[in-house]
């Protein structure tokens, strides 16, 4: 009798982990602000990020990886997109920008030595658009001081009082053709009207 009790605790057990699960997997799939094909890889963090709690906003990063986005020999090497779904009207200068992608570099290779340098290429409407470079020693990959350059788009919902920025990052010049696949990348077209808590 012990014994199906036992076996039948740990079947219930089991079966509740599985739902569990499943209920996380499905709750992380809605939260698919970018839209891209099925062999890119995705992350998604919560604010604050853990290697970055200086910036102390509200709200989620989702991340996406190209194929040998992480391979020195791939033409796509340190190229992915990211984008930040985050409460209120952040982010909106270039003061901003420079600082929070300083905190959030330096947290991430665990040194201090990240420089970053961004113009304001266009504004219209409620969309604002920034190129610049982001530089940092990879302590990741090559550990070697890498560039990136970097394109931004931040736009402030106001019906739902939140900005979400999108990044897209690469060491290859903005002329190069991997900037087309990250161009690929798109935000969703509902993504202002998106519940991610």
Not at 11 to 32: P, R, W, Y
Not at 173 to 192: G, M, P, Q, S
Request: proline share 2%.
């Amino acid at each position: 009798m012990k014994i199906i009790i036992i076996t039948f605790l740990y079947i219930t057990c089991f079966s509740i982990s599985l739902v569990a699960q499943n209920e996380s997997k499905a709750a992380q799939d809605t939260l698919d602000l970018l839209v891209t094909d099925s062999i890119w890889g995705k992350e998604i963090f919560t604010f604050p990020i853990r290697f970055a709690q200086d910036i102390n906003y509200k709200g989620i990063e989702e991340a996406q990886f190209p194929e040998g986005w992480s391979k020195k020999e791939s033409p796509n090497f340190w190229s992915y997109v990211f984008v930040w779904d985050i409460e209120g009207d952040k982010v909106n200068s270039v003061k901003k920008l420079e600082a929070d992608l300083k905190t959030y570099f330096d947290g991430l290779m665990n040194s201090s030595n990240t420089i970053t340098q961004f113009s304001r290429k266009e504004s219209f409407s409620n969309i604002s658009s920034y190129v610049g470079k982001v530089s940092f020693f990879d302590n990741l990959r090559t550990k070697e001081i890498i560039s990136l350059n970097v394109h931004v788009e931040k736009q402030y919902c106001k019906k739902t009082d939140k900005s979400i920025i999108v990044f897209r990052f690469s060491p290859k010049e903005f002329n190069h053709k991997v900037w087309n696949t990250l161009e690929k990348v798109i935000l969703r077209a509902n993504a202002c009207e998106l519940n991610n808590e």
